[in-house]
């Protein structure tokens, strides 16, 4: 499964309802079912962290850092690559 | 006693202290606004508190005493006293070269937090490295308030670039519950400059005693805000109840999680402001690349849990 986000975001990914939505939509269910989740950030040329926080905390929280096995992220800048990790890290670093 | 406000000749976030203590807050129907008389200089927080406690009251119930400043322009054009609900007198024409501002704004609800940050940009004439730590702040700083203030006014913001300095500042306040009273849902806090001291620390919110946080709140926002006017080398204060803190200029490199081991001041005895005030100045010439900046970020947020995490453990019982 593939999700572009740009669609749903525009180029600043800031809005934690739409990303609120995006993760009780489509990734908790994608990953639920077992499907591997892509998140596309193309177009998208920056985000923040509470942003990245509301979209993949809780698929880390609920399934382990193991998920990031199935949850991908395409087409990030460095900016958002760098948000991504710092996210991750500290969601798995709570569970240690 | 009505509430008291005094607008002095200058008040930046450096020298904001004896602006912040004139304020009387009083009596919250009704205020009273004094000028000096010749030029009034101020921060966008400056302009963003008037405009917050004017949304608490009623129509009339706000004077100016003799407000002839020079200045009295640049009020009309940031949109002040529209929100004051006072005729200005003054009409001004419009034009694309008059600044790169950002006149106050009120944002209730998300949809509008995200097309004004978009909307800004353009406004303030930004490049895209300077894009990046603009309108994160914006974003982040609003979010605060519309999430965790509680106030049925949301959040009065404004921003204003400064050629001397090649600096844009942002003011961002509310009207709500405050910080101490938002972040005492998961943790216990005495004052309210503690309660900012967690505030701006990672990690640490008012929706989850957790670690990690909520799947909607991580209690990061702060923290990264304040970073990153510490890797600018530029001011930064919260304001809350009558607890205020101050980053100072900073030239180190490290980034400690802890605001009190930064370089600041602080005081616990401001008189009390009804909700949360942040300004953020970000000068143009320091802006480093963001990605540089969010990798300290990252150690910074690293070390912070690595703190916390032995007093997640229980302790044995040696009787």
Redesign the interface.
Known sequence: MIINLFKLT?D?A????TA?SI?LEHILPGLTQGKTITIDFDGVT?T???FV??LI??PI?QFGGGVLDRLKFKNCS??VQ??I???T???Q???? | MRMKLHLPNSAFIGNIDSFLRGFVPSDPGSLTITSNPNWVSVHPLVLVMLASLSADLKPGSITIDNFEAKSKNYFERMGLFKFLGIQSGISIVKHESAGRFVPITQIKD??T??QF??DIIPLLHLDPLQ??SI??IV??LV?NVL?HSRSPHGAFVAAQYYPKSNSIKIGVADTGVGIKESISHSHLVKTNLEAIRLALM??ITGTTK????T????G??LF?IKSIAHVNHSLFAVYSGSGFYKLLKNTKKSLPFDPFVDNHSKHNDFPKWQGTIVGVDISLDNTPE??SL??L??QS??DA??SR?PKRYNKPQFI
Do not use: C, W
């Open positions: 525009g600043f800031e809005n934690k309802d609120q993760r920056g923040t962290q509470s926080h509301a905390s809780d929280r460095p900016v760098k948000i990790v710092i996210v890290e500290y969601m670093a709570s569970d240690l | 998300s949809i937090l995200s940050v978009t894009t990046e309108r994160y974003s982040e979010r999430e990672p990690g957790q670690e990690g946080g799947s909607q709140n991580a990061a926002g990264f963001f990605t969010l990798d970020i990252r947020y690293r849990i690595k995490r």
